[in-house]
């Protein structure tokens, strides 16, 4: 989501052609790489910024995206979110291709680039993509299908003729312009590459406040029926998957892989539902509770209506890739910080940071207790990576926080997993794994 979109990943995608040859190898699926957005690899990485201050500003967009998911969770329909993603994605756009990079947002269904000419635009690294340069951009009509794939589209009066978008996220951010289709480029990991015709997306001219200049927009990797995903067709099958390095890991590229490359299986692998929910493009699960060493804490909300009444709520958690911590609420927090508390009997400290609550005076890696989520059908035991993040030389801390509304499972949990996600038999499927390599 753009609010996903913010506090996401910060995918990399590359997008090129494949000839018509390749057609066997594309059946199999492809890979591209994610490329975190404070990587040496990186368009957005700053050498003068300390790996505390970067590790700060991820761990506060998680609380701005979480803003802007409790807004559109009130939507009837699809909406981006926002854009402070933390892995970005190379892609190309257009014939000749012009590379973009976009952030990859789970929690957003659609896909904008910056466009010229720009009436107002965010300096941007890369050439902003001129769309009368290429042969293969089509603006998109009012009154059809595609236009009313998103909501923010809108015809005015005096320009009747084709489809425009707008989209303003939580923290501030914004995209305006004209919806268009054109030929997306993808390269693949292996060395192939992929172009796909006539893929739907927003032609940025009026954009702004929190992008940084490493990225070009958004690409939208939600459960919509715009998302990009879905409009991959049978090169993805409504399949895709990602393995995200840990934030220490600078060197190594995280994968984004589609069609069956994307399919999560095999043993350790285990797979929960997806909860029909709007907006369609979050994808909701059912967290039943979490387990701090052999204590296990149930997730019930209770009922406005009765006092002691409790019950389990289908589609309590959004799984978010574009959310560093995991949000939980208050009162499910409350019991896993002081079990925490119980089990680790280490000096505690003020977070320097001044965003976790549960924080630890320790130079060096310490004891921890088994951490294990309990999704619907689906245990995933975390390992420390997943369950505390360092936040000083000296300090390290709970990597999760107390919010009020919908909860999230961020991207530090999902570490070292390859996470899969199937639309067609609407599962997320996790599996450990050692992305790095």
Aim: net charge positive; proline share 5%; aromatic share 8%.
């Amino acid at each position: 989501m753009m609010i996903l979109s913010s506090m996401a990943l910060v995918v990399v995608f590359s997008l090129v052609s494949i000839c018509r040859g390749d057609d066997d190898e594309l059946a199999l699926g492809f890979t591209v790489d994610l490329i975190h957005r404070y990587s040496l690899q990186s368009p957005s990485f700053n050498p003068s910024s300390s790996s505390s201050q970067r590790l700060a500003n991820s761990l506060l967009r998680s609380f701005i995206r979480k803003q802007n998911l409790n807004r559109n969770r009130q939507l009837p329909h699809p909406d981006i979110i926002n854009s402070g993603g933390e892995y970005f994605m190379k892609y190309s756009v257009g014939t000749p291709p012009v590379p973009s990079f976009g952030t990859a947002d789970t929690g957003s269904d659609l896909t904008w680039t910056q466009c010229q000419p720009c009436r107002k635009c965010f300096n941007q690294t890369l050439p902003i993509f001129a769309p009368k340069s290429s042969s293969t951009y089509r603006l998109v009509r009012c009154n059809t299908p595609q236009c009313n794939s998103f909501q923010g589209t809108s015809c005015p009066t005096n320009r009747k003729k084709y489809c425009l978008y707008s989209e303003t996220y939580g923290d501030g951010s914004f995209s305006a312009g004209a919806l268009s289709t054109d030929t997306i480029t993808l390269a693949s990991a292996g060395g192939g590459a992929v172009s796909v015709p006539r893929i739907l997306f927003g032609c940025g001219f009026t954009n702004g406040d929190q992008f940084s200049s490493g990225q070009s927009g958004i690409v939208g990797l939600g459960g919509g029926k715009g998302s990009f995903v879905r409009q991959l067709g049978p090169l993805a099958q409504g399949k895709f998957s990602y393995c995200l390095v840990p934030l220490s890991d600078d060197s190594n590229s995280s994968k984004l892989n589609f069609g069956a490359s994307g399919v999560v299986s095999g043993l350790g692998a285990v797979s929960t539902p997806l909860v029909r929910k709007l907006p369609e493009t979050f994808y909701f699960l059912t967290l039943e509770g979490i387990s701090v060493g052999n204590q296990r804490l149930e997730f019930y909300e209770p009922q406005p209506l009765l006092a002691d009444s409790k019950q389990r709520v289908e589609g309590n958690i959004i799984i978010d890739s574009g959310t560093t911590l995991t949000l939980l609420p208050p009162d499910l927090y409350a019991k896993v910080e002081k079990a925490m508390r119980s089990r680790i009997k280490l000096k505690t400290i003020k977070d320097p940071l001044g965003v976790l609550s549960l924080c630890y005076v320790s130079r060096e890696d310490f004891g921890v207790p088994d951490v294990t989520v309990h999704f619907r059908g689906a245990d995933v035991k975390l390992e420390r990576e997943n369950v505390f993040v360092r936040t000083s030389e000296d300090t390290v801390c709970l990597a999760a926080a107390p919010a009020r509304g919908v909860a999230i499972y961020g991207n530090l949990a999902q570490t070292n997993f390859l996470v899969g996600y199937d639309l067609v038999k609407r599962t997320v499927s996790f599996k450990r794994a050692d992305c790095g390599k």
